[in-house]
């Protein structure tokens, strides 16, 4: 993949992030790989069309990527969500 996106100076001062750095990596992570343009992705046999801005990707497979907790993503996603931050 190839590309490159901007990050705001003082991300790691954000209220979310401040002191939660596997939260900041969950993130940053979900920003390096969300579709830049419609796509499809084989899922156990099944084609799954993700939209441009969207990301086919399990709650685990973050986990290994990122080398944190399942339960730390769960709940970083969940505290995204509720800020309306996806």
């Known amino acids: 993949m190839a590309g490159w ?3 705001k100076r003082g991300i790691t001062s954000h209220h ?3 002191g939660k750095p ?15 343009k419609d796509t499809t ?3 156990k046999g ?12 399990s709650e685990r497979h973050i ?3 990122c ?9 970083a996603i969940k505290r995204f969500a509720s800020e309306q931050m996806l």
Request: aromatic share 12%; proline share 2%; charged share 20%.
């Open 63 to 65: 986990a290994t990527e």
């Open 16 to 18: 979310l992030f401040k």
């Open 22 to 36: 596997e939260r900041l990596a969950v993130w940053m992570w979900l920003m390096d790989n969300v579709a830049w």
């Open 46 to 57: 099944h084609t799954v069309d993700v939209p441009r801005g969207s990301v086919c990707v």
């Open 5 to 7: 996106y901007a990050v």
């Open 67 to 75: 080398g944190i907790g399942y339960q730390v993503v769960r709940t």
């Open 41 to 43: 992705h084989d899922v």
